[in-house]
């Protein structure tokens, strides 16, 4: 596609002139041109253009005067004068009344002349975009608050606490209602708990259950770093202060001023930075490396980490003072093998996701893979899971989880857990059985009927709370008996 060229009008009563203005720049411009002032007006009315080039003496009226006239009806288009004449009195009259971008004095070069002009033409351009940039901002700034607030508005959906995946008898339940008492009181928090039991969800949480939550939330995992890039990071730093400092750098207190901060791994950092995170705790203050000029800062610290802290204070491997900084209040989060009955519904709400994020089809999980799934102790907690249901979802040959997807490790662990549990059980429990012959299939299988029965011989074969216990509802319990003829001789 052929881009217009720029579109100029050339004004001068004398022919000769005229049209040797218009030889010159018909090369690169769509040249129109008029011999009057009078003229020139009315094809300034009828045609769009960019820039105008007037004699300065003209038997109408100057061309002071007539792009003075230009300049109240078209604004936008640039005004360029050819004179003959450089009194001082013209050039300031000329600016004043008419507003000329350039004067041209005769006798003007053709190179000079084509540079003028392409110069006006390039202004009226960036004049033109100008505009409508300032239209759109105009335009585009409510719009642009408006997604700010939708998407603030999402994020507190997303960290509602009934947002968390839990069953009704989960141990994560004390834990959200402990969060939902201490988020509107403006305390540090200590989160505890293994990796990858969502620390980091439980402290975004609790920012956006806060009244912070139009704030910003920043997070740092203070293990990944040494201690001079941690303080650069958290502190910020001037420019110039150590090698490769060639910009001035906002740390991240400074960036959550009046919101919240995640520390996370606190445990980890070295005892020197202990000292200065501590000093910039008790003064609500930070000083950039490299700066002598402190800034107040007002933040809300939410720590984390997976050591037990209360013990690594009294063996003095971390400060003590800085312990009661963070730790206003304490929040412990389970691991997951400690909460087995939300393990059905986080692993659905994982595998949603990730059919939404993968964009393969997905029908679910089948009961003996969840059953395998149940059983296992996942050290890695929460993220541990998210991995086999990707690797699951990503190698399944249909739109069904099955049993035989399931990591074969799993299976070994759950085995070798569900033995050595039932072999402490007290007396009167379910002997664990000798180990079962045939495929993966057979063995979860199995592996769930012992679950089962180790579930209702701990609740007096109570259905109602074994189902509870199991995340299963009393008829889907009813069948899985029914399935492993584990019905009572005499059924209530």
Request: proline share 6%; with cysteine; net charge neutral.
């Amino acid at each position: 596609m052929t881009t217009p060229r720029p579109s100029i009008l050339v004004v001068d009563d004398e022919v000769l002139s005229l049209d040797t203005l218009a030889r010159i720049l018909d090369e690169e411009f769509d040249v129109h041109t008029a011999p009057s002032a009078a003229a020139a007006l009315r094809c300034l009315e009828h045609d769009y253009i960019q820039a105008v080039i007037s004699d300065q003496r003209m038997p109408e009226m100057s061309g002071v005067e007539f792009l003075a006239r230009v300049r109240e009806r078209w604004p936008d288009v640039v005004r360029l004068i050819v004179s003959g004449y450089t009194d001082a009195d013209d050039l300031i009259d000329g600016i004043n009344r008419a507003g000329i971008y350039q004067f041209i004095t005769k006798p003007w070069h053709p190179d000079q002349l084509l540079l003028s002009v392409r110069n006006a033409c390039r202004l009226h351009q960036l004049q033109r975009e100008n505009e409508v940039l300032a239209l759109e901002m105009r335009i585009t700034t409510p719009t642009l608050e408006q997604r700010m607030e939708r998407r603030r508005a999402q994020l507190k959906r997303n960290f509602r606490l009934d947002t968390i995946s839990r069953t009704p008898a989960s141990p994560l339940n004390q834990v959200c209602d402990q969060l939902a008492q201490v988020a509107p009181y403006d305390v540090p928090v200590l989160l505890t708990g293994e990796s990858g039991t969502g620390k980091e969800l439980f402290a975004r949480a609790l920012h956006y259950n806060s009244p912070r939550a139009d704030k910003p939330f920043v997070a740092e995992n203070c293990a990944a770093l040494a201690d001079d890039i941690l303080e650069s990071e958290l502190f910020g730093h001037e420019r110039g202060a150590f090698t490769g400092a060639v910009n001035a750098r906002i740390g991240l207190f400074e960036q959550a001023d009046g919101g919240t901060i995640f520390l996370d791994e606190i445990g980890e950092v070295s005892a020197a930075f202990q000292v200065k995170l501590l000093r910039v705790l008790q003064e609500g203050e930070v000083r950039p490396v490299g700066s002598n000029r402190r800034r107040r800062v007002d933040v809300r610290v939410v720590a984390a980490t997976n050591r037990d802290l209360y013990r690594e204070r009294r063996v003095g491997r971390f400060r003590e003072d800085l312990y009661y900084r963070l730790a206003g209040l304490c929040l412990h989060l389970p691991p997951l093998r400690d909460r087995r009955v939300d393990i059905p519904l986080i692993a659905r709400a994982i595998l949603k996701e990730l059919v939404e994020t993968l964009g393969k089809g997905c029908r679910g999980i089948t009961d003996e893979a969840m059953a395998g799934l149940q059983a296992y102790d996942w050290p890695g907690n929460v993220r541990e899971l998210r991995n086999e249901v990707q690797r699951m979802l990503i190698m399944a040959p249909g739109d069904l989880l099955g049993v035989e997807l399931l990591d074969p490790r799993l299976l070994r662990g759950a085995v070798r857990r569900d033995q050595d549990r039932t072999g402490a059980e007290a007396p009167g429990a379910t002997p664990a059985p000798p180990p079962v012959p045939g495929g993966l299939k057979e063995q979860v299988e199995a592996l769930e009927e012992r679950l089962l029965r180790a579930a209702l011989d701990r609740h007096g074969w109570n259905k109602s709370h074994a189902a509870e216990s199991l995340g299963l509802s009393r008829v889907g319990l009813r069948n899985k008996l029914e399935r492993y003829g584990l019905v009572p001789k005499t059924d209530a």
